[in-house]
């Protein structure tokens, strides 16, 4: 591992603002600076998060040629059998929230999961370096809308919180995210980088 990784910055490839704030406020306590790169993404299908993340993080970095991270998140939802697992975004632009909850009308059993996986990946590196960050939490019976989040943030109750992810700042939500977790695995692997 090559010194060369200390002290430049990174950029996080994301659309997503509210990830990138949220990835940026975990990074910044190791001071490591990110910034955000709005390149295109290729995301191949496949049911591994980490082969998804990997291959987007391959092909972010052919376009920019700096050191790149990328995330890629599922939600796993038990009484769905793991519905919609690495699908969740197509699911979200699709039916929803409302959606999500109408298919868990009859289910009692609410249990479902955040996964998170971080890659990273830069010209020292042979190869996309992986990084998993998990939640567990419940399904809640109604959209529960808060001052900030995203996507599926007004239904997932982590379970020791009783609030939404979609009723906390962001503060709050990264002391039980899945994305905080996985961040938080990369910054201690990143600051351990030897001189
Ligand atoms: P992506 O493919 O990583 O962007 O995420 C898959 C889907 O899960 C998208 O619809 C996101 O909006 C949603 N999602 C990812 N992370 C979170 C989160 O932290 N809270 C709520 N929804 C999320």
Not at 110 to 121: E, G, L, P
């Amino acid at each position: 591992m090559s010194s060369k990784l200390k002290g430049k910055v990174i950029f996080f490839a994301t659309n997503n603002i509210n990830k990138f704030n949220e990835a940026r406020r975990v990074l910044s306590r190791y001071k490591i600076a990110v910034g955000m790169l709005r390149v295109k993404t290729l995301e191949i299908q496949s049911e591994s998060l980490e082969e998804i993340a990997k291959n987007s993080a391959i092909h972010a970095f052919q376009q920019c040629h700096l050191p790149i991270i990328v995330e890629d998140a599922g939600l796993f939802v038990e009484a769905l059998k793991g519905f919609p697992g690495p699908y969740a975004s197509y699911v979200y632009k699709t039916i929803g929230n409302e959606g999500l909850l109408k298919l868990m009308k009859e289910a009692t059993n609410r249990r479902a999961r955040f996964q998170s996986m971080v890659v990273y990946f830069s010209e020292e590196l042979e190869s996309p370096i992986c990084f998993k960050g998990e939640v567990l939490g419940e399904i809640t019976e109604t959209v529960r809308e808060g001052c900030s989040g995203f996507g599926f943030d007004p239904v997932f109750k982590p379970l020791k919180s009783e609030k939404t992810f979609a009723e906390m700042d962001i503060d709050e939500k990264n002391l039980y995210s899945h994305r905080a977790k996985a961040f938080h695995k990369f910054a201690r692997w990143y600051k351990s980088l030897k001189i």
